[in-house]
């Protein structure tokens, strides 16, 4: 079973919403759960990789930036879309693109793909649009959803 699903951010919420991601993809990774974010590219791949460093003086996530000294070990891969397939239980996408079905089609368990939506940010929105009527065509029932 995959479920897409889609959050808005709301303006003035961006600073505060990077940390709290760090904190959910913590409770993945300590339910057990693989997870890769698709970064929209080096840059923005960096900027997670410095919030997943820093959201918590008391916390650690284990993660790589794929094309650096990555790990297979690690349980959360940062990787931006010409990483080719990857596979996951978690994606959290941040690209241009919906999540390639060649990543999640063939998964043994459960998958969820967050994407998230800048709410006030009308381009954002129309992109958020065209991805959620790709997933429609690929099968999926996307939805409005809250971090969980």
């Not at 808005?8 to 409770?27: A, M």
């Not at 008391?58 to 879309?81: K, M, N, Q």
């Not at 063939?106 to 129309?126: G, N, Q």
């Amino acid at each position: 079973m995959v479920n897409a699903r889609f959050v808005r951010v709301e303006q003035g919420k961006e600073r505060d919403f990077l940390p709290e991601l760090c904190q959910h993809i913590e409770r993945w990774v300590e339910a057990g759960r693989r997870v890769v974010v698709l970064a929209a590219d080096r840059n923005a791949a960096g900027r997670m990789d410095e919030a997943l460093w820093t959201f918590s003086d008391a916390a650690f996530v284990p993660h790589s930036v794929l094309g650096s000294e990555s790990s297979s070990l690690d349980r959360v891969l940062i990787a931006t879309p010409e990483a080719g397939v990857l596979r996951a239980d978690v994606f959290v996408n941040f690209s241009r693109e919906p999540v390639p079905a060649a990543d999640w089609e063939e998964a043994p368990t459960h998958v969820d793909i967050w994407e998230f939506v800048k709410s006030f940010d009308p381009e954002a929105r129309k992109e958020s649009l065209r991805k959620w009527q790709r997933y429609r065509e690929l099968g999926l029932q996307p939805v409005e959803a809250h971090l969980e």
